[in-house]
């Protein structure tokens, strides 16, 4: 990439910085001008860059931009200070642990006019870019269903918040991109079982603005790692895993579309299964690739901040829900809509939909 390089710096080098680090070193047009940990290089990641100790003496440096990997509750603090200093930022998800914290940072950014996005790093997973290039084809027909899953065993170092903002955050974010459908209402239980103050189990009912449902499992108590998408439509569903990015599809049982198949559709059959050649990009240079451009002034892919702050927003409504035991409903969307079924939310029948797509779907097949 010609040009003078820009210069990016990177302050939290723990778990996550680490392996900024490593896709910032290798990034073209971009060069690493420093790095900042209140606790040095615990993982040697330095590697001859200056190392400080705080933001400010990164700031110091001359930034043009710089990653944020320090615990939750510090992006804030740290976010501001970089958007006080005229130095844009890719803020670690979640934005912050509450939203007053996250709007508070996306308003700093945007009074500057500075870029600010967030790491939601699903979004850059071939797996799931994939899938939602497909829904917006329409190979999937109209959405009914988006259940996540996400499991593992216990990470030591995340002591600022709960499983909820931690991880299920990650969900929400890619549960709203991957349909395009902001989240009207939340239902959802807890558990405590690791003697901590935080979650570290929850189950969430939700719905999106279009009535699509959705179903998210997300724990720190599973010997297992399971990261699972599944999204299932009127034409059949896609199953992603994140892990492995691979993105298969599962179609219904073709039906000859007749006249009386339109009139007595019950249900659906099984079909072919197919598991789509992708490309796989890391999804973390792949989110730095998009921020780079997006500083050099070009057209990328990014996450928001308002977007961050509308996760974040979730996030504590699912919060708000285990607590309380009742369904929360977020503000700002026609609730009525949703509630109609999906037959009366358009003026053509569902069949005739399904019909639709399918012919669509014949003419973009792969
Ligand atoms: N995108 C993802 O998939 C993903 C994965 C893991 C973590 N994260 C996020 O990254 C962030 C960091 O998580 P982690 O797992 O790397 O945590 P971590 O505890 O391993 O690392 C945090 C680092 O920040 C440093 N730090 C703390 N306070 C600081 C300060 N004031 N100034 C400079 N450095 C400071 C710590 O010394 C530590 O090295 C969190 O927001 C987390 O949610 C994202």
Not at 89 to 115: C, H, M, N, V, Y
Request: hydrophobic share 45%; with cysteine; proline share 4%.
């Amino acid at each position: 990439m010609a040009g003078v390089p820009l210069r990016a710096g990177l302050i939290g080098l723990g778990m996550m910085g680490r392996h900024h680090a490593r896709v910032l070193t290798a990034l073209d047009g971009v060069e690493l001008v420093g790095v900042a940990d209140v606790d040095g290089d615990p993982h040697g990641v330095a590697r001859g860059c200056p190392l400080v100790r705080s933001v400010e003496q990164l700031i110091a440096l001359g930034l043009d931009y710089c990653v944020v990997a320090v615990p939750t509750l510090l992006h804030e603090e740290i976010g501001v200070a970089l958007a006080e200093a005229g130095v844009h930022a890719l803020i670690e998800k979640p934005l912050a642990q509450d939203t007053a914290a996250a709007r508070r940072l996306a308003e700093a950014f945007s009074a500057r006019g500075l870029i600010g996005a967030v790491g939601h790093i699903e979004r850059y997973n071939p797996a799931l870019r994939s899938a939602r290039a497909r829904l917006e084809a329409g190979e999937l027909g109209r959405v009914y269903q988006v259940t996540t899953r996400r499991q593992g065993p216990f990470p030591a170092r995340i002591s600022d918040v709960g499983v909820v903002m931690d991880l299920a955050t990650h969900d929400i974010d890619l549960t709203a991109w991957v349909t395009q459908q902001p989240f009207v209402s939340v239902a959802a239980r807890t558990s405590f079982r690791s003697g901590r103050a935080y979650e570290d189990l929850v189950a969430v009912t939700g719905q999106l603005v279009d009535g699509t449902v959705t179903n998210h499992l997300v724990n720190w108590l599973s010997p297992m790692k399971e990261r699972i998408a599944i999204l299932t439509g009127e034409l059949g569903t896609f199953v992603a895993d994140t892990l492995t990015a691979d993105l298969t599809f599962y179609a219904n049982g073709s039906v000859r579309v007749t006249r009386s198949d339109l009139a007595q559709f019950r249900g659906v059959s099984e079909g072919d299964m197919i598991r789509y050649a992708i490309a796989k990009p890391e999804p973390l240079r792949t989110e730095h690739e998009q921020f780079r451009d997006a500083v050099l002034g070009r057209s990328a892919d990014l996450v928001t901040l308002e977007q961050g702050r509308a996760t974040v927003t979730v996030a504590e409504a699912v919060i708000e829900s285990a607590s309380s035991g009742r369904t929360v409903e977020l503000g700002g969307v026609d609730l009525a809509a949703v509630r109609r079924g999906p037959s009366e939310q358009s003026s053509a029948r569902p069949a005739e939909r399904r019909r639709d797509a399918m012919q669509e779907r014949s003419a973009i097949a792969v």
